[in-house]
């Protein structure tokens, strides 16, 4: 008995997507139903359908996208008027194109064609050839994993990143989206680099000049043009790190660059075309952002054509152990001390803490330990966050080592608040974040998380 032949249908009209199912059906193919090309990477692995028919213009991110995010044959559903785009999907990588409204014989021809011509192996074919065939998705530069969710983040990595559609990255604080980026961009095949923004870290009144630039005489103080970091990308990649923080006003501009292709700095009366890839990351929910008014929808849906999430580190099983001897070892090198190891007792503590601040505070644990161990041997001592911190400030708001994990990380989050409302007024930022061993941006994101506030200084 032959195997049921499987297509994927790619159309954001219900009524077509319904009529196309019922006609496929009744020729024996098995079928599969997606709106959007982000709704048909995130709902199935695309790569097992026998074909994807697929409308080219989809809500978001044009059909032809997902050509380069599957090794399936994809055949392109386009309009008369649009015959021009149909043989240009066919320079792309499309098997065919068929014109709406299509004739039902043409259709199943053309999918019998494709289907013999580009068909899977047998199942007695798979078997003799699994190893050439069975993907292997090795982790991406910088990076550690083989649990699941890691394994099936590399995958989608190399999927998305041939196909130029803009990419939202969410996960928690820590976790590693700027490295996603940067495997994003290596992997795309543009020549130009890629340029890093902490939408966070840039001052509220002058992120549009920083992003979109300006001329001569924009405004006052601005004493010469300059060139903003959205123009700097061109050919390249834009990441916009924690871009739920960018005021309303930067969204409109970023929203008519993503629109049109071109960019206008302030001030400058004529616009000029670019071409840039943007990809952005958010530990927030936009879509609540969204409903709140503090993000605008339309950004929204432009940016979340191809969504990423990254699981949090304690999540990660085995690999939370693998990731961290790794850490050891480049920091061992990267401080010309002696190799060191974990004791059997440290390693259980690195298992069995939750890790809210993830791998970068998995780094800063590892980093303080290697700093203040002596011997080769790192104990669980060492590895104490909530010890270190104790020591520091003096201050005894941290329960014991054997403590719940729930008891844990209330007690550092207690810790964080009293130190932090405690010191703030005597101490810059800089000197909190190096006092309580973490990063500027990570005490901005756990003063978000807190709901801490910098204090505004006060002026006379």
């Not at 009144?205 to 992003?211: D, F, H, K, R």
């Not at 550092?412 to 930022?429: A, C, P, R």
Request: charge should be negative.
């Amino acid at each position: 008995m032959a195997a049921e032949r499987e297509v994927l249908v790619v159309e954001d009209e219900a009524v077509i997507r319904g009529t196309l199912k019922r006609l496929l059906e009744r020729h024996s193919f098995r079928v599969s139903e997606a709106a959007s090309v982000s709704e048909s990477l995130d709902r199935f692995d695309v790569d097992k359908f026998d074909v994807i028919i697929s409308d080219l213009k989809l809500p978001g991110a044009p059909g032809t996208d997902l050509i380069k995010a599957t090794s399936a044959p994809v055949l392109i559903m386009t309009s008369y008027s649009s015959i021009r785009s149909a043989i240009d999907s066919m320079k792309l990588g499309a098997v065919d194109y068929i014109a709406k409204p299509f004739d039902h014989g043409e259709l199943i021809a053309s999918l019998e064609k494709i289907i013999e011509e580009h068909g899977r192996q047998t199942p007695e074919d798979e078997n003799v050839h699994a190893h050439v065939h069975e993907p292997f998705h090795e982790p991406l530069a910088g990076m550690i994993g083989r649990c699941p969710e890691m394994r099936e983040l590399f995958r989608r990595v190399r999927k998305v990143a041939g196909a130029g559609s803009p990419v939202l990255i969410n996960g928690e604080s820590g976790t590693g989206k700027e490295l996603v980026a940067r495997a994003i961009h290596d992997l795309s095949g543009r020549e130009d680099p890629i340029v890093a923004v902490n939408c966070a870290a840039i001052p509220e009144n002058l992120i549009e000049a920083e992003l979109f630039g300006h001329e001569k005489g924009a405004f006052a103080g601005a004493t010469e043009a300059r060139t903003g970091l959205v123009e700097t990308a061109d050919g390249g990649t834009l990441f916009l790190d924690e871009i739920g923080e960018l005021p309303l006003t930067a969204q409109g501009r970023l929203v008519r660059v993503l629109q049109d292709g071109e960019i206008r700095k302030i001030g400058a009366v004529e616009s000029r075309k670019i071409d840039m890839r943007l990809v952005a990351a958010s530990q927030r929910d936009l879509k609540q952002f969204v409903a709140e008014r503090k993000f605008r929808e339309d950004l929204y849906y432009r940016i979340n054509v191809m969504r990423l999430q990254i699981p949090p580190l304690r999540e990660r099983g085995d690999d939370i152990l693998e990731l961290a001897r790794a850490i050891l070892r480049g920091t061992c090198n990267r401080l010309k001390t002696p190799a060191m190891r974990f004791s059997k007792g440290a390693e259980r503590a690195i298992t069995s803490y939750r890790w809210p601040g993830n791998v970068r505070e998995l780094e800063n644990a590892i980093e303080r330990a290697v700093v203040l161990a002596d011997g080769g041997t790192i104990g669980e001592d060492f590895l104490a966050m909530e010890k270190s911190a104790r020591n520091e400030s003096g201050a005894g708001w941290f329960r014991g080592a054997d403590s719940a994990e729930a008891g844990q990380e209330l007690s550092l989050e207690d810790y964080f608040q009293h130190f932090v409302l405690e010191h703030q007024d005597s101490m810059t930022e800089t000197e909190l974040a190096r006092r309580l061993g973490i990063s500027r941006k990570c005490l901005w994101e756990r003063r978000q998380r807190y709901g801490i506030p910098r204090k505004k200084k006060q002026t006379a």
